[in-house]
Structure formats: structure tokens, C-alpha cells
């Protein structure tokens, strides 16, 4: 699955909930290429956001991918309520369960695209024994659970490391990172060699989000 070209991802956290079909429509139709739906449990992490009956709903609403990020502990009790509900990315960070490789195997035996998440301050290290599982794996650059943070400067080292590991381990899963993205960051970041951006204050809070997206594409 490596790919040259850098892909959009639209945080809905950042969007109005209230209206949270037409949101993701409008990012659809400003060029997105996957949308991010962050689920939080208010234990893993310190806020609640929605569970599978959003995801099922929001597939109404747009013909793209729905990337599912858990931020939920012991992730392995709901993925398949998340698969059956329609996600076609379902990522888990490492730090939320001991049954990462299981859950992992799990959610790519149902033929979506599974992959693992970690956290600031996990050490990479942590994603060698799942990496060749991985359809993706996500970086997190920000402490998960809230949009709007600034970006952790160190994780352009850390998105290198994952690089270096994909690179060993021959494994083509696309890199993504998640947390402060903008457009000031993000040429580093894509050299730093990340493939997938994330981006929920960046593109919401835009009054023109087509064209931020359209920048992002020609990094
Ligand atoms: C944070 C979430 C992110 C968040 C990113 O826990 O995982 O997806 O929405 O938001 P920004 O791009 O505003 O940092
Ligand atoms: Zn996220």
C-alpha cells in the first residue's frame, strides 16, 4: 500500500457535532481523502466524543473511507461492533490493551485496514513486533483526547523512526500522524516521511478548507 501521494484526513472532533452529516460531506467535497472519526472513552482518555452508531450513520454521508481511531481502553471488547458499523480503517493504540496483536489480527481477518497507535511518549520500539501486522500505524503528536493542541516538535524524529522500521520490516502500511498538523508543519512532516494527515482545527476552523486541502496534496 506505500504510496507517493500525501493523504487528507479531516478530524470530525473539530467539526459541529450537530450537524455532523453534512460536515463530513463538505470535506468530502473539498477534496478530503479519508475521514478521521476519533472515539474516546473518557478513560483512556480524558474526554467522551461517540461510539459505532456514529460511524454507521456518517456512511450515509460520504463515499470515503471512515479511518476509526479508538481512544478507548481495552479496544478488543468493540472492534467488531466497530467493523460491523462500517469503518474501513480501525486503528487501537498499543498503550490501551495486551492483546494488541490479537485485536490487530482480528480487525484484518474482516478485510478493512487495521492499524496500531501510539501515544507521545510510548518508545517506537514499542510497534516493532505488530509493524509487519499493520495496514497503518499511527503516530500521535499531540497527547491524545483533544483538537486544537500544538504539535510535539519531537515527533518528526519519531515519525523517522516508524519510517526506518517500515523500511526493515518491508512493510508498505501507510504512516499517519495525528495531532497539530498544519500548514506550517507539514511539509516537515511528509519529509519526516509521514503519508496520511490528519488535520481537525486546520481544516474546520478554515474559511477555506478546499484550498488548505489542495496545499496539503501538492506537499
Ligand atoms: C486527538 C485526536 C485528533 C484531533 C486532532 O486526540 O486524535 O484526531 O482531532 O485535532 P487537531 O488537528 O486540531 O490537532
Ligand atoms: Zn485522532
Redesign the pocket.
Known amino acids: 500500500m506505500k504510496t507517493n501521494k500525501v493523504w487528507v484526513a479531516p ?1 470530525v ?2 467539526a459541529d457535532f450537530g450537524k455532523m452529516g453534512e460536515e463530513v460531506a463538505r470535506m468530502e467535497s473539498c477534496g478530503a481523502d479519508v475521514i ?1 472519526c ?1 472515539v474516546m472513552d473518557g478513560l483512556f ?1 480524558p474526554n467522551i466524543t461517540f461510539g459505532f452508531k456514529m460511524i454507521a450513520d456518517l456512511k450515509k454521508h460520504t463515499s470515503l473511507p471512515l479511518d476509526v ?1 479508538l ?1 478507548i481502553d481495552r479496544p478488543e471488547r468493540y472492534v467488531q461492533r466497530f467493523i460491523d458499523a462500517g469503518a474501513d480503517w480501525l486503528t487501537v493504540h498499543c498503550e490501551a490493551t495486551n492483546e494488541l496483536i490479537p485485536t490487530l489480527e482480528k480487525i484484518k481477518a474482516a478485510g478493512i485496514k487495521c492499524g496500531a497507535v501510539i501515544s507521545p511518549d510510548t518508545p517506537t520500539q514499542a510497534l516493532a513486533q505488530c509493524f509487519p501486522l499493520c495496514d497503518v500505524v499511527l503516530l ?1 503528536s ?1 497527547y ?6 500544538k504539535f510535539i516538535e519531537k515527533s518528526l524524529q519519531r515519525m523517522q523512526e516508524l519510517h526506518a522500521m517500515r523500511q526493515a520490516c518491508q512493510s508498505s502500511a501507510l504512516l499517519e500522524i ?4 498544519n500548514e506550517q508543519n507539514a511539509q516537515a512532516i511528509v519529509a519526516a516521511g509521514a503519508d496520511v494527515l ?5 481544516l474546520f476552523s478554515a474559511a477555506d478548507p478546499r484550498e488548505i486541502i489542495r496545499r496539503l496534496h501538492s506537499l
Open positions: 478530524s472532533l473539530s478521521h476519533d482518555v481511531h481512544m500521535m499531540v491524545p483526547g483533544f483538537g486544537g493542541q495525528d495531532g497539530g498538523v490528519v488535520a481537525g482545527n486546520t
